[in-house]
T-cell receptor, first 115, second 113 residues
């Protein structure tokens, strides 16, 4: 069964450093997403991406965040200057269509710890 | 604004007993509704969905959910719980205009042997 792959599984970084979280969506999917889950809290939408541009973003997704699809397979989330409150599990997801009949396929997540 | 509520933070049930994890939603139009499960140190896994048609939807691992439009609910159910069902369960909703998912806060299910 096709999977969404995320690397690394765990990233520890110092406050103020830049981090890049990587995702390989399912190959025939056209829509890509990032979500995050702060420990003990609900899953929150960050951003959606289609046709090489952001289609929607939440209030959380401020100027410190950016997304990119640098090649035909990867989809990255960059945090320019990490803050302690960026510590969370970050999930990448992809779907074939924007209103996916089967729901999104999520990766296993990257746990980001900012110290 | 769209929202999804899961009124119980924690549900405890004995193995072999039926389980219910509750979800209510507030979505414009006709919603698409989903349940996801998150096992420890794992990503979100799709369980089942309601798009249209029969109100009772069957999904993975013996789970089912019932869409009730009048009560705006989509409760997750299983006739006989297993210890291995212990996990965090998320209800999610999406309107049929293609807007992004809204997740509920999650309900932790503990199935006791």
């Amino acid at each position: 069964e096709p999977e969404v792959t995320q690397t690394p599984s765990h990233q520890v970084t110092q406050m103020g450093q830049e981090v890049i979280l990587r995702c390989v969506p399912i190959s025939n999917h056209l829509y890509f997403y990032w979500y995050r889950q702060i420990l003990g809290q609900k899953v929150e939408f960050l951003v959606s991406f289609y046709n090489n541009e952001i289609s929607e973003k939440s209030e959380i997704f401020d100027d410190q965040f950016s997304v990119e699809r640098p090649d035909g397979s990867n989809f990255t989330l960059k945090i320019r200057s990490t803050k302690l409150e960026d510590s969370a599990m970050y999930f990448c997801a992809s779907s074939e269509w924007g209103t996916s009949d089967s729901g999104y396929t999520f990766g296993s997540g990257t746990r980001l710890t900012v110290v | 604004a769209q929202s999804v509520a899961q009124p119980e933070d924690q549900v405890n049930v004995a193995e072999g007993n039926p389980l219910t994890v509750k979800c209510t939603y507030s979505v414009s139009g006709n919603p698409y509704l989903f349940w996801y499960v998150q096992y420890p140190n794992r990503g979100l896994q799709f369980l089942l969905k309601y798009i249209t048609g029969d109100n009772l939807v069957k999904g993975s691992y013996g789970f089912e959910a019932e869409f009730n439009k009048s009560q705006t609910s989509f409760h997750l159910k299983k006739p006989s719980a297993l210890v291995s069902d212990s996990a965090l369960y998320f209800c999610a909703a999406q309107d049929n205009y293609g807007q992004n998912f809204v997740f509920g806060p999650g309900t932790r299910l503990s199935v006791l042997p």
